[in-house]
């Protein structure tokens, strides 16, 4: 899982495999290549900028081949030491060698079953392309193993459920709805995992900022939006078989080929910040300025519903929104 064909496409096949409707494995090297300067484009920058130097231990979530390694190494303090969990051999073994980092290490993982003695040492989480393929329960199980560790996560690249074409086709809007269903089949989140991973971390006292992060595809993207378009109808078109999947195709492949023409792609980043940070999850002592900004909610409410002096802080179960002009993000 994790650097995956975030709206491309992908369907449960035999065992939990991914398959693609593309004729390549959906998380098959080929693939991560292509979309990789994609999703380096797309990834919200102002995140790494608020992780105030606890990037020292990276634990990457599905790392793949290690493109994220790559967009964000560059981005933290070094030196780094990254972590790079999947349950893919071949994959692990190519990200091994791809990671920017002092030293990279590689465990294989089943991340569903995510503990946080899998994060031990780790003052950063990363992920992308991982939410949108987790049920919800997988999704609190993440977090609350972050949690446990008390160091940030950011979780890159979950797809929003919305894509904008320009030229705009009729059919449009029926093939988006076909392929937002596709996506939660057997219970996963799909468009809806940033929002669900939100609400599990504010549950757990997090503070929990997202950034739009779209792919923007153009001429210089043909052979990834083809690839992509031929995932993302084939999906539709089996989760809606009365679609009329291949003249869509047709048109929408026609489409790529004009001048002026413009895919979105529509994703979310998540920062989740610990209101108070421990030391651990910064590989050094505590200095003031350092650490998240101060909480927003200053209590629990306590058994006669005044708030409990010290206690920790506790978003609620689904909390607000608000947008923060000062990143471009949205907090919560």
């Known amino acids: 899982m994790g650097e995956r064909g975030a709206g491309d496409g992908r369907a449960a096949g035999p065992g939990g495999a991914a398959l693609s409707t593309t004729g390549v494995p959906a ?5 991560l290549a292509l979309r990789e300067g994609a999703d380096a484009r797309a990834r919200a ?51 091994r060698e791809g990671v920017p980092a002092a030293e990279v290490v590689t465990r294989r993982v089943d991340l569903g079953a995510l503990r946080a003695a899998d994060l031990d040492g780790a003052t950063l989480v990363a992920a992308s ?7 919800r329960a997988e999704v609190e199980t993440l977090a609350g193993a ?25 059919l449009d809007a029926a093939f988006t709805l076909a392929f937002n269903a596709h996506q939660r089949r057997e ?22 900022r997202t950034y739009p992060s779209p792919w ?7 052979e990834l939006a083809r690839t992509w378009l031929r995932g993302w109808v084939g999906a539709a078109v089996e989760q809606e078989p009365s679609l009329p999947g291949a003249d869509y195709l047709e048109r929408r ?45 200053t209590g629990t409410r306590g058994p006669a519903g005044t708030a409990a002096a010290g206690a920790r802080p506790r978003a609620a179960s689904r909390p607000g929104t608000e947008h923060d002009p000062r990143d471009g993000g949205s907090r919560r």
């Open 27 to 31: 998380f098959a090297p080929e693939w």
């Open 129 to 135: 392309a991982l939410l949108d393929l987790c049920t």
């Open 45 to 95: 920058a102002r995140p790494p900028a608020l992780l105030y130097g606890h990037g020292r231990v990276v634990a990457d979530l599905g790392c793949g081949t290690g493109s994220l390694g790559r967009w964000l190494a560059p981005r933290l303090p070094r030196p780094q030491r990254w972590v790079l969990l999947d349950r893919d051999p071949a994959l692990l073994a190519l990200a």
């Open 146 to 170: 972050v949690v446990a560790r008390g160091c940030p996560a950011l979780l890159t690249l979950s797809v929003a459920g919305r894509v904008e074409f320009l030229p705009a086709d009729p």
């Open 253 to 297: 492949l026609r489409a790529c080929a004009r001048e002026g023409a413009r895919i979105t792609v529509h994703h979310t980043d998540l920062l989740a910040l610990p209101r108070t940070v421990p030391d651990h999850a910064h590989g050094r002592p505590a200095e003031e300025g350092t650490g998240p900004p101060p909480p927003e909610r």
């Open 187 to 208: 219970g996963r989140l799909g468009p809806d995992a940033a929002g669900a991973a939100a609400a599990a971390f504010a549950d757990l006292g997090y503070e929990v």
């Open 216 to 222: 923007l595809l153009g001429p210089e993207d043909a």
